[in-house]
């Protein structure tokens, strides 16, 4: 029995489920907001949440226990990580460092959330799929 065991398995096994939540919720850092079915977006909001939180703290620990479920691609752009200014190419006489999925985590994200005690992500219904009438959802942060 389940009693009290409540999870979005997504009709997955369990490192396919991991996988497909580690890929949500890096687009979702890099892009800002994703659109995918209702189901994967409602799995994804909690998933999110604990890792923002966990960045919100920034030290070596949490950023360990984040490396560990998100993929650190490179977003194409620069960032001072002093500052945490983005640039889209790299300047002259400033030292710019590749921007990451992680470090934009910890070093933007993180820091605008720093005083929001949690509800970081919201979830809007759109239209069903044209293919398969699935329920659509844009899941976007806050």
């Known amino acids: 029995m389940r009693?009290?065991?409540?999870?979005?398995t997504l009709g997955k096994a369990k490192d396919q489920r991991d996988a497909l939540l580690r890929s949500l919720a890096t687009e979702l850092f890099m892009h800002g907001e994703i659109k995918t079915t209702m189901t994967r977006a409602k799995a994804l909001k909690p998933f999110a949440e604990a890792l923002i939180s966990?960045?919100?703290?920034g030290d070596l620990s949490s950023i360990r226990q984040v490396a560990k479920h998100i993929y650190n691609k490179e977003t194409g752009k620069f960032m001072d990580l002093a500052t945490g200014e983005v640039f889209d190419a790299?300047?002259?006489?400033k030292k710019?460092?590749?921007?990451t999925?992680?470090?934009?985590?910890?070093?933007?994200?993180?820091?605008?959330y720093e005083s929001r005690?949690?509800?970081?992500t919201r979830i809007?219904?759109?239209?069903?799929?044209r293919g398969d009438a699935?329920?659509?959802?844009l899941i976007q942060l806050v």
Request: charged share 30%.
């Open 3 to 8: 009693h009290m065991c409540k999870k979005h």
């Open 54 to 57: 966990k960045a919100k703290k």
């Open 90 to 93: 790299p300047q002259e006489g």
């Open 96 to 99: 710019l460092a590749p921007q």
């Open 101 to 112: 999925v992680l470090r934009k985590l910890f070093v933007i994200i993180g820091k605008k």
């Open 117 to 120: 005690q949690g509800g970081y």
């Open 124 to 129: 809007f219904r759109l239209p069903p799929r």
């Open 134 to 137: 699935a329920e659509m959802a």
